[in-house]
């Protein structure tokens, strides 16, 4: 079994900035995929960012600019740099993962338990 520990989330005020880190419980063999979701009360889960297998790098349009996602290979972790919050940043963040562990038979999608990120002053 493999869990995505994320840290990193709380108050900030606009402007602010905040790193999320997700570092998942096992080694990672192969990644398919590995970044953060998010979802704001009432609003459906959107994608924020991932990297993926390649190393290629993919924002959403509101978060550009603003957001820099970033790989430790050593650790198994993602962090998420996030600057110039706004408070429509304002959600719950989500890590996902589509990945390979070492004594894993084939990639699998993980998620973890969400943290909040509060944008306000």
């Known amino acids: 079994q493999v869990q995505l520990v994320e840290s990193g989330g709380g108050l900030v005020q606009p402007g602010g900035s905040l790193r999320l880190s997700c570092a998942a419980s096992?080694?990672?063999?192969?990644?398919?995929?590995m970044g953060w979701y998010r979802q704001a009360p009432g609003k459906e889960r959107e994608l924020v960012a991932v990297?993926?297998?390649?190393?290629?790098?993919n924002y959403a349009d509101s978060v550009k600019a603003r957001f820099t996602l970033s790989r430790d290979n050593a650790k198994n972790t993602v962090y998420l740099q996030m600057n110039s919050l706004k408070p429509e940043d304002t959600a719950v963040y989500y890590c996902?993962?589509?990945?390979?562990?070492?004594?894993?038979?084939?990639?699998?999608?993980?998620w973890g338990q969400g943290t909040q990120v509060t944008v306000s002053s």
């Open positions: 990297i993926r297998s390649g190393g290629s790098t």
């Open positions: 996902n993962a589509v990945i390979k562990i070492v004594a894993g038979p084939f990639p699998q999608e993980y």
């Open positions: 096992r080694s990672i063999f192969s990644l398919n995929a």
